[in-house]
């Protein structure tokens, strides 16, 4: 018997410029999670201040943007095979019977 998953917060971590430096300091307003980054010679982070342990931390640079994320699947032959029959039927496929 399983428990069902506990919604998570998601919180956007901001990116703190710093000058002549070959780390990234990336600081979440929402919590104060305070994260150093440095990806030369190998990639290496550490978490300074852990801030909200269970949220979703995100964020990004150089412009990138993510808005909201959609999952769809293609419809393969045999569904659309389901929605031709059901068109025949007068049934609309994610509406209401006709």
């Not at 852990?50 to 909201?68: F, L, M, P, R």
């Not at 929605?83 to 019977?97: C, S, T, V, Y």
């Amino acid at each position: 018997m399983g428990f069902p998953a506990l919604p998570q917060s998601r919180h956007e971590m901001v990116l703190e410029p710093e000058a002549d430096s070959d780390t990234e300091r990336w600081t979440c307003p929402t919590c104060g999670r305070v994260m150093v980054v440095r990806w030369f010679p190998e990639f290496e982070h550490v978490i300074v201040r852990a801030g909200d342990e269970q949220a979703i931390h995100t964020g990004g640079k150089g412009g990138a943007e993510v808005g909201s994320v959609a999952v769809v699947a293609e419809e393969g032959e045999r569904e659309r095979a389901h929605r031709e029959w059901l068109a025949e039927n007068g049934i609309a496929w994610d509406g209401p019977a006709a």
